[in-house]
């Protein structure tokens, strides 16, 4: 019995230092990270716009009422209607699925594959290593788009074949940060100590180096996420994404929106506005991410602040 009350109160234990933790890094986020907290709660709004369109969406994406095509924003319609009487501001939130869909997919696609690729070559080191990387260079030096256009214009347009060709461009690209972090980690003192305790080299990569890496693979996530929804956004615009009636953003401000926006603007305004803020919330909060995370970009390890002392002011730490 006082075993169980034992274990029972070390568990209660780590479950409140685990919220503590998770609550101080909310506190300092909003604290030190203003801009990065408000590109977070954009991001937060993405994923429940995303997941809860149905309920929020006034109307269906694809609804066609001639009536009421471009009609400019009112009551009814908030951001007024495309060229077929279709609600700009439904499609633009049922879009939002779609670049969450997307977003989501490809970048855990593409993590796992920079995870795989920078965790073994920057542990083994060697040969592998050498011949990985150079594999990696030669896949950087061609412009990300022109892969995107060849890989598609191959399989053809789509979700599933947007998300595995966005996976494998950023996830071979995005291998090089977390070799880094990897071959940083590899050289602890504590790697050599499980080597000489016998540790296999799967259990070194599974229980040494890859929880110690996970804050890159964080700021990772987010950075990739910005720039998977920008790319799919291209390729749509392209014509080589998501085919209609799928409300991408991209296809939006190809098709409809650059065809009426002398005569209708808001068909281009509405989608241009939701993806730029969208793009730059996720690169703010990824960027507060990486400060607050990476104990090489906090400056110290704290906050300072000007302090008044005898008349004069003083640099003093927080």
Not at 139 to 144: A, D, I, N, Q
Not at 215 to 235: G, N
Not at 268 to 292: E, H, K, Q, T
């Amino acid at each position: 019995m006082a075993e169980s009350a034992t274990s029972i109160g070390s568990e209660n234990l780590y479950v409140r230092k685990k919220r503590g933790y998770v609550l101080n890094f909310i506190v300092r986020l909003f604290r030190d990270k203003p801009l990065g907290a408000v590109g977070g709660v954009i991001f937060m709004i993405l994923l429940v716009t995303g997941i809860f369109a149905n309920f929020i969406a006034p109307y269906g994406y694809n609804d066609i009422n001639p009536i009421d095509r471009q009609k400019p924003p009112s009551i009814k319609y908030l951001l007024g209607t495309d060229n077929l009487g279709r609600d700009m501001l439904s499609r633009i939130i049922y879009g939002a699925r779609l670049s969450v869909i997307v977003g989501t997919s490809a970048t855990v696609f593409s993590i796992i594959i920079s995870t795989f690729i920078g965790v073994t070559t920057g542990f083994l080191g060697g040969k592998y290593d050498l011949i990985v990387q150079r594999f990696v260079d030669a896949w950087m030096c061609f412009p990300g788009l022109i892969i995107l256009i060849v890989a598609v214009s191959f399989i053809g347009p789509g979700m599933w074949q947007i998300i595995l060709v966005l996976g494998l461009q950023y996830g071979i690209a995005g291998s090089r940060i977390i070799r880094g972090s990897a071959i940083t980690t590899r050289e602890n003192m504590y790697i050599e100590a499980a080597r000489a305790s016998g540790a296999s080299t799967t259990r070194i990569l599974l229980r040494h180096i890859l929880p110690n890496i996970m804050a890159p693979i964080i700021v990772l996530f987010t950075t990739r996420m910005a720039a998977v929804i920008i790319a799919e956004a291209s390729l749509s615009f392209l014509g080589l994404g998501i085919p209609p009636p799928a409300p991408s953003w991209g296809g939006m401000l190809s098709g409809s929106g650059r065809s009426h926006m002398l005569f209708a603007p808001w068909m281009l305004i509405g989608p241009a506005v939701a993806l730029s803020v969208v793009v730059y919330g996720i690169n703010v909060f990824g960027d507060a991410l990486r400060d607050l995370l990476d104990p090489r970009m906090r400056g110290g390890g704290g906050r300072y602040t000007l302090k008044p002392k005898r008349g004069l002011l003083f640099w003093k730490k927080r």
